[in-house]
T-cell receptor
């Protein structure tokens, strides 16, 4: 149980385009989901907290207009990187919260050319 | 602001040795602490979760301890195997399922056959 999926697992896009990443809790409902970013050889950094039916809460230094988060249902949160640039290339991982435990998705590798 | 430090940053040992990975955190008001494993280019695998009221957790060859008052946790790996080679991440949670986790930078472990 407690499986979280992400789609796509890998995406390559041109600079200036937008990319949407989906995070789904497959066998449980998650009121709260989280989005993290991991640069090469760095640890995971929390970007934002996504709550179903309300606006996301962004960490300091994360541009909310660039990283759009939608949590329209209890099993799905999406992260849209708008007008992506090469510096946005990173590994994006989501997690979903259930019973005070976070379950992580497999991650999405974004490469912006 | 919570900060998590992991020592050493990298470790290389011969197969069969027992080893200890260290994690320290600056704010002792934690809800739980979790150890993860991350293989290159992959997502996270949860190894052990210790609630703030617990002192240790065990799973197979892994044992994690928590000393909340001193802000320390250790991950003990017994009889190491080449398959244990990975990056090990320590993360602390402060608000149950409502807050994101704060991660350390990890310990890159190599077990030599």
């Amino acid at each position: 149980g407690a499986v979280v999926s992400q789609h796509p697992s890998r995406v390559i896009c041109k600079s200036g385009t937008s990319v949407k990443i989906e995070c789904r809790s497959l066998d449980f409902q998650a009121t709260t989901m989280f989005w993290y970013r991991q640069f090469p050889k760095q640890s995971l950094m929390l970007m934002a907290t996504s709550n179903e039916g309300s606006k996301a809460t962004y960490e300091q230094g994360v541009e909310k207009d660039k990283f759009l988060i939608n949590h329209a249902s209890l099993t799905l949160s999406t992260l849209t990187v708008t007008s992506a640039h090469p510096e946005d290339s990173s590994f994006y991982i989501c997690s979903a919260s259930a019973a005070d435990t976070q379950y992580f998705g497999p991650g999405t590798r974004l490469t912006v050319l | 602001k919570q900060e998590v430090t992991q020592i050493p940053a990298a470790l290389s040992v011969p197969e069969g040795e027992n080893l200890v990975l260290n994690c320290s955190f600056t704010d002792s008001a934690i809800y739980n602490l979790q150890w993860f494993r991350q293989d290159p280019g992959k997502g996270l695998t949860s190894l052990l979760l210790i609630q703030s009221s617990q002192r240790e957790q065990t799973s197979g060859r892994l044992n994690a301890s928590l000393d909340k008052s001193s802000g320390r946790s250790t991950l003990y790996i017994a009889a190491s195997q080449p398959g244990d080679s990975a990056t090990y991440l320590c993360a602390v949670g402060t608000g149950g399922g409502a807050d994101g986790l704060t991660f350390g930078k990890g310990t890159h472990l190599i077990i030599q056959p």
